[in-house]
């Protein structure tokens, strides 16, 4: 069965510090992943998603098929970077599609 | 902000009571979820409908009911028959993609509490 796996439920880092929020997952297809954030007072909002290949909000992830890994990294944190994170899987199974999400991260960035 | 709108955005009930709970949008995805998230166990999918008119049961559907008679509204019920149903509830609604499906969209939830 698919699982998605964030091991860090909060994760704190100093402001300008480099931010790395793991995530991997196992499934026996291929795998489309995503990231979401929810800041506060805010919906869930998508991120990114890997075969954009994309940087957003000077976040990116890379997906590592060897390590079965989709981590989220960020060279420099920002205040505002300070949100619950989940990573989430896109799989399919009789005939549908689903996302199955881990049970997040809380980044907090302190000034 | 428009595109998925959840009402109400606070809901108390009674032990026993059914309850349900809206969720509109106007993005013509054809797609609709319901989601319940629980703290530190992230969201957990009650219900999903791909087409008007079907749906599909979850990981977690035991205790709630809903329907798709339209396209762009998707209302869960959650029944007394619920062991635990405080929490907070979140739809979501996705586009077709060919033959898979583009990422989904989040409306702003709703907060359930069984007094």
């Known amino acids: 069965a698919q699982r998605v796996t964030q091991p860090e439920k909060l994760l704190s880092v100093f402001k300008g510090a480099p931010v790395e929020l793991k995530c991997n997952y196992s499934?026996?297809?291929?795998?489309?992943l995503f990231w979401y954030v929810q800041y506060s007072r805010q919906r869930l909002q998508l991120l990114l998603r890997?075969?954009s290949r994309e940087s957003i909000k000077g976040f990116t992830a890379d997906l590592n098929k060897g390590e079965t890994s989709f981590h989220l990294k960020k060279p420099f944190a920002q205040e505002e970077d300070s949100a619950m994170y989940y990573c989430?899987?896109?799989?399919?199974?009789?005939?549908?599609?689903?996302?199955?999400f881990g049970k997040g991260t809380k980044l907090s960035v302190i000034p | 902000d428009g595109g998925i709108t959840q009402s109400p955005k606070y809901l108390f009930r009674k032990e026993g009571q059914n309850v349900t709970l809206s969720c509109e949008q106007n993005?013509?995805?054809?797609?609709m979820y319901w989601y319940r998230q629980d703290p530190g166990q992230g969201l957990r999918l009650i219900y999903y409908?791909?087409?008007?008119?079907?749906?599909q049961k979850g990981d977690i559907a035991e205790g709630y009911s809903v329907s798709r008679e339209k396209k762009e509204s998707f209302p869960l019920t959650v029944t007394s028959a619920q062991k635990n149903p405080t929490a907070f509830y979140l739809c979501?609604?996705?586009?077709?993609?060919?033959?898979?499906?583009?990422?989904?969209?989040f409306g702003p939830g709703t907060r359930l509490t069984v007094l």
């Open positions: 989430a899987l896109l799989y399919s199974g009789a005939g549908s599609y689903q996302l199955t």
């Open positions: 409908s791909q087409i008007v008119n079907d749906f």
């Open positions: 890997h075969i």
């Open positions: 499934y026996s297809g291929s795998p489309e």
């Open positions: 993005l013509n995805h054809d797609a």
């Open positions: 979501a609604s996705s586009m077709r993609r060919g033959i898979r499906w583009n990422e989904q969209f």
